[in-house]
C-alpha cells in the first residue's frame, strides 16, 4: 500500500479500520489506537514517525520532479554518518536512477533481540521505504519476512521471496541465487564462488553496527 496517498496518519489508520471493529468498540480514537498499535486493521503496522517520514520522503521525490528532473537525495541531508550508512548514501543516486540494483545481506538481532538474517533488494526498499528513518539514525535497517530471504535463528523461521527486481533461484549447486528480472543476468550470494556473476561485485562491510554485512552490488545499466 502506499502510505503517501493519504494525507494525514489519521487517514492512513482510518483506511485498515473494518466497519466490524467500529460496531462493537463504538468509539473511533480507540480503533485508532489499537490499528496503530497492530491489534486491528487489515495492513502492515505503520508508526507515526514512519508514516511522517516517508511523507517528507515523497515531498523530496516530488520537488525533484518539479525541478526539472534535479535528483533529490536524502542521504545527503545528514553528515557524519557510521560506515553502513555512509555505503547506503554511496549508492543512493544509482539506486533511484536505476542504475544499480544491489542485494545486501545482513545478520544482525531485531527490535525483540532476536537473531535475524537475510537478503534485502536494496533498490525496492529504496523505492517503498522513508530512508530519512535509517539516515537519522532512528531505526536499523533488519531484514524482513518480506525480503528476498528471511531466517529468524532464535525460532528457525525461514521465508523467501522473489521481489520487484530479484526472482529467487538456485544455482548449479543448489544454492540461493537471485536473477535480475531487468536484464535476466544471476547474482550468485555464495561465498565460494570466485565471483557473484556479471556486472555484479561483492563487498564485506566492517562494521560494529551490525553482526555482518555484504553488499551484491549489480550494474544494470552501463554509462560511458
Known amino acids: ?11 492512513f ?24 498499535l497492530g491489534f486491528r486493521g487489515t495492513g502492515e503496522v505503520v508508526k507515526r514517525e514512519e508514516f511522517e517520514a516517508k511523507k517528507r520522503e515523497a515531498e523530496l521525490l516530488r520537488q525533484q520532479q518539479r ?17 553502513f550508512l555512509e555505503a ?6 544509482a ?23 537475510g537478503y534485502i533488494d536494496l533498490a525496492a526498499r529504496f523505492k517503498n521505504e522513508a530512508f530519512e528513518q535509517y539516515f537519522s539514525g532512528k531505526k536499523k535497517l533488519i531484514p524482513k519476512p518480506t525480503d528476498l530471504s528471511f531466517y529468524n535463528w532464535s525460532t528457525g523461521s ?12 538456485t544455482d548449479n549447486d543448489a544454492s540461493v541465487a537471485f536473477k535480475n528480472k531487468r536484464d ?5 550470494v555464495d561465498p565460494a564462488r570466485v565471483t557473484p556473476g556479471d556486472n555484479s561485485s561483492r563487498t564485506a562491510l566492517h562494521t560494529d553496527e551490525y553482526m555482518q554485512v555484504v553488499f551484491y552490488d549489480h550494474v544494470t545499466r552501463i554509462t560511458a
Not at 73 to 82: A, I, P, R, Y
Not at 88 to 93: P, Y
Not at 184 to 188: I, S, T, Y
Open 158 to 169: 525461514a521465508y523467501a521471496s522473489s521481489s520487484e527486481h530479484y526472482q529467487v533461484t
Open 13 to 36: 489508520l482510518d483506511s485498515q479500520v473494518q466497519p466490524i471493529d467500529l460496531y462493537y468498540l463504538e468509539d473511533e480514537e480507540v480503533v485508532r489506537q489499537l490499528v496503530e
Open 1 to 11: 500500500m502506499d502510505i503517501t496517498q493519504f494525507a494525514t496518519y489519521e487517514d
Open 67 to 83: 525541478n526539472k528532473g534535479k535528483l533529490v537525495l536524502v542521504g545527503e541531508k545528514f553528515h557524519d554518518l557510521s560506515p
Open 88 to 93: 547506503l548514501a554511496q549508492r543512493e543516486e
Open 184 to 188: 535476466r543476468k544471476m547474482v550468485f
Open 95 to 117: 539506486h533511484r536512477t536505476g542504475k544499480m540494483m544491489s542485494i545486501v545481506f545482513i545478520r544482525d538481532r531485531n527490535a525483540q533481540g532476536q537473531e535475524v538474517s
